[in-house]
């Protein structure tokens, strides 16, 4: 009898669970259809409105914005409902898909399109497909080529950075005193915008007449201390910037990396009488090379963005010599609004990009810590 | 025996060992001044610059009380200099609301970056998924993978797009924006940090009738909060001086300080004292931050690269 009991108790209450569990089953196969319904009908009622086929609509695609951000909460509820736990596991990893997608799907696809077109912001006829038109002219066009040999220049300058930067790792992982002062000191500059030190170094202590550079620069026998004007001093003059700010990114990558390394290694080649040159090159530098590629290969990411100290102090003179791919673009974007043909170049550039940056990892993911 | 013996001969030398030891405890420190030096001139030479007059700029003077007599030229022009500050300064207003609009924008992109963020990180981190044919290593590719994405391809759409949804120039617009661009470095630091944390004291939790929230809220989020606030103050010094997107898609009203600064670069006629006054304001922020959370800093830096 005792024992009876409950086993009816949990009798009574299994038949209720399991109509509610199928409750949610259906809720959960209905949510999902409703809501992209939903969403469907306010996006074809839209497009419809815009297109002035009907007279009744919003004046701006806000509300589909709101009712995506519906969607994606009811697709969030109806794996809940009908997966439990998992559905719940997948709660974590729902906001950052969707919101990621909603931000990179839509704007990459439309690009697309509009890089098919003549949009020119300033013409009044406003944007017609073109077919190949784009192509053809970004295969004739000098200053974008121009643009993109400068980014295999300053992509080849990361190897000079990677080297004072190691350096410095060194200098910094040594017995030394006050090692946290030298640490912010030499971790300030990444802290800074790269406008703010367009203008810092490459407006001000880099000016022809008054700069504390080209003064010294003079007392240290170059007469004419022009940073900007002939093509290969810009360019470095440009690089050394770069460096200034991004130097410490790859330091601090590399002295975690020195000091991660177990001390008995080089404590033991001591003992065995090799000197410091030995023991950096037989010991340090290939325990050091996985962080070493992983620190390179970042840096070469961020780099093929470089555009902002360009912008602002050269605007890729002298000439295109010191232009990037991205400034390049920006220039045509902004001062000719020349948006079809800028698309073009842009999507062109993330090909290249794509390409070189799978070539890298395939061939650089060997020596790396980890992968993705 | 040769090994010993060398050591041995190398005690017998003393005194030269001793000089070799000197010199390179020279070198050594003399680098390190030396790099002190290239990093820190720039923005002492920004700093001292908003003090001078043209005088000082022109003769090249650099220190002030011994070369030049600091002055508040710079300052009074943005309003700031303590002559000034309780008069109405329309410049001072202007430079207020794009610090405000800079603030706003990095804080909220960096607290939405990390909310959603570390939600995707954890999932990531703790549960196996199939989306399709994407499994977990698959997902974080497609995250991290935006890293390569170069702001020129987003741009033009996305300036479409928002004048479409009437978000051009808004500061909502600006934290969408940003929290794209750095949500890959925080799932990155994140799945690193919840890498580290043991799976037991969940699965304790889970025992003792916590839910997988519940055990994600009350004990992983306490120990993981070191990681997060790394993730966030990285977040905040890129958001902060963010200029590709700001100068595309804000004009008025939601123009950020950077592109404040860059416009009052081009201009021929400005001052460079006042410009080092507003490039001195512009970075202030960050050497502080820079200077008192630099522990964090390294943190997130070195997350996943190092192991």
């Known amino acids: 009898m005792n024992t009876a009991l409950p086993e009816t108790a949990g009798k009574v209450h299994e038949p209720l ?25 306010i996006v074809v009622w839209q497009i419809l409105y815009k297109a002035s086929v009907i007279a009744v609509g919003f004046d701006t695609w806000r509300p589909v914005l709101y009712t995506f951000i519906l969607w994606a909460i009811a697709i969030g509820a109806a794996q809940v409902l009908i997966r439990g736990e998992r559905g719940k596991h997948a709660l974590f990893i729902l906001p950052a898909v969707a919101f990621t997608v909603a931000m990179v799907i839509f704007p990459t696809f439309f690009g697309l399109y509009i890089a098919f077109t003549d949009w020119n912001l300033s013409s009044l006829t406003g944007r017609h497909f073109n077919g190949l038109d784009n192509v053809r002219s970004l295969l004739g066009d000098a200053y974008f080529w121009n643009a993109l040999r400068n980014m295999i220049y300053y992509v080849l300058f990361v190897l000079a950075q990677y080297v004072i930067a190691f350096g410095l790792a060194l200098l910094l992982n040594a017995e030394i005193k006050a090692r946290k002062f030298f640490r912010v000191a030499f971790l300030l500059p990444f802290m800074l915008s790269p406008v703010a030190v367009s203008w810092m170094i490459g407006k001000s202590l880099m000016e022809y007449r008054f700069g504390p550079a080209a ?91 470089l555009a902002d100290i360009v912008i602002n102090v050269t605007a890729g003179g002298p000439g295109g010599a010191t232009d990037t791919v991205s400034s390049f673009i920006f220039r045509e974007y902004r001062d000719r609004s020349n948006v079809g043909y800028g698309t073009m170049l842009a999507e062109f550039y993330l090909v290249i990009i794509i390409i070189f940056v799978t070539l890298l990892l395939k061939f650089a993911s060997r020596f790396m810590q980890r992968t993705t | 025996m040769s090994a010993v013996a060398e050591r041995q001969a190398q005690r017998a030398w003393g005194g030269g060992y001793d000089a ?14 030396l790099w002190t030096i290239i990093s820190l001139f720039p923005i002492y030479w920004t700093l001292t610059t908003s003090f001078k007059t043209a005088v000082n700029v022109m003769q090249g003077h650099l220190i002030p009380w011994i070369d030049f007599q600091p002055n508040w030229l710079g300052w009074r022009s ?22 405000t609009n800079s603030i706003i ?39 991290l993978s935006q890293l390569i994405l170069p702001p020129v391809v987003l741009a033009m759409p996305f300036l479409v797009l928002y004048k479409e949804l009437a978000l051009l120039d808004t500061r909502i617009g600006l934290i969408l924006v940003y929290t794209l661009m750095v949500l890959p470095i925080v799932i990155w630091i994140m799945r690193d940090q919840f890498d580290t944390i043991p799976i037991e004291l969940e699965q304790a939790a889970l025992v003792d009738g916590c839910s997988v929230w519940g055990a994600f809220l009350r004990i992983v989020i ?61 970075i202030a922020p960050l050497v502080v931050i820079g200077v008192f959370l630099e522990r964090y800093i390294v943190k997130g830096l070195t997350a996943g690269a190092v192991k």
């Open chain 2, 78 to 99: 943005l309003g700031l200099s303590p002559d000034t500050i309780g008069e109405i300064s329309t410049v001072r207003d202007e430079f207020l609301k794009r610090f």
């Open chain 2, 222 to 282: 306490p120990i993981a909060l070191p990681g997060m606030v790394a993730a966030f103050i990285l977040s905040v010094i890129l958001c902060w001086n963010e200029y590709f997107f700001a100068a595309l898609l804000t004009s008025t009203n939601a123009k950020t300080l950077p592109v404040m600064v860059a416009s009052q670069t081009g201009s021929q006629g400005i001052s460079w004292w006042s410009m080092a006054a507003l490039s001195t304001a512009a």
């Open chain 1, 215 to 305: 003064t010294l620069a003079r007392h240290l026998g170059w007469d004419n201390p022009a940073f900007f004007t002939s093509p290969w001093i810009a360019r470095l003059s440009i690089v050394a910037m770069d460096a200034w700010v991004w130097i410490p990114f790859i330091m601090i990558l590399l002295l975690a990396g020195l000091q991660a390394m177990p001390k008995e290694v080089t404590e033991a080649a001591k003992v065995d009488g090799a000197s410091p040159w030995q023991s950096f090159w037989q010991i340090t530098f290939p325990l050091m090379l996985p962080v070493s590629v992983t620190a390179i290969v970042l840096k070469i990411i961020f780099q093929l963005k």
């Open chain 1, 17 to 41: 669970m399991r109509s509610q569990a199928e409750a949610n089953g259906a809720w959960g196969r209905i949510l999902p259809w409703l809501s992209s319904l939903i969403l469907a009908v």
């Open chain 2, 105 to 143: 924008a990095s804080l909220g992109a960096a607290a939405l970056a990390v909310v959603i963020g570390s939600l995707a990180a954890y999932g990531l981190s703790r549960f196996d998924y199939k989306f399709v044919w994407m499994r977990n290593k698959d997902i974080s590719f497609f995250f």
């Open chain 2, 20 to 33: 070799a030891k000197i010199s390179a405890r020279v070198l050594i420190y003399g680098a390190l001044i």
